[in-house]
């Protein structure tokens, strides 16, 4: 149980254009998703948090009008990339909180997003 | 906010050693630490968590110590397989019910030589 997917797998986009990553929970229902960045060798770094039906809140320092977060249903957020510039190129990975008081994280496959 | 240390950044051992890592945080109130393994292009994956009301927790080659005091964690890892070389990343959080939200640490690079 608690299967997260994440599609595309990765993307290649050129610079200027919008790309869009789609986060689902397959056999449990997410209120809430988390979205992280992670550069080579690095961290993986909240982005936002993505409440379903209402706005996501995001962390300082994340452009909430570059990163467009949509919490649509109670299993699909999903997370644009508007005006895709190189320096956004990087692994972009959702997470859901267990269900029933499991505290765990679960997390997607990953986006790896190129942008030329 | 909350602020995860971890070291070492990279880890090198022989196989059928054990491995240490070691993390700090800074918020008293978090209660729950969880460990994740991420394989190179893999999402992280849970192998151990602990909760503040426990002072450590063993799964067969692998276990988990917390001192709340001196608000820091540790993964140990015995008898090392070069299967577990990956990047290891601790987390503490802090929450309730059915929502916590994980402060990572900057992840150890574990190698194991055969």
Redesign the interface.
Known sequence: GAVVSQHPSWVICKSGTSVKIECRSLDFQATTMFWYRQFPKQSLMLMATSNEGSKATYEQGVEKDKFLINHASLTLSTLTVTSAHPEDSSFYICSAPGTSGVAAQYFGPGTRLLVL | GENVEQHPSTLSVQEGDSAVIKCTYSDSASN?F?W?KQEL??????II?I?SNVGEKKDQRIAVTLNKTAKHFSLHITETQPEDSAVY?CAA?I?S???????????T?LIVHP
């Not at chain 2, 292009?41 to 849970?46: E, I, N, S, Y």
């Not at chain 2, 929502?99 to 990572?104: A, K, L, Q, R």
Request: charged letters at 20%.
């Open positions: 729950y969880p994740y292009g893999k999402r992280p994956q849970l968590d909760r990343f959080s929450g019910g059915g929502s916590y939200i994980p402060t990572f640490g900057r992840g690079s």
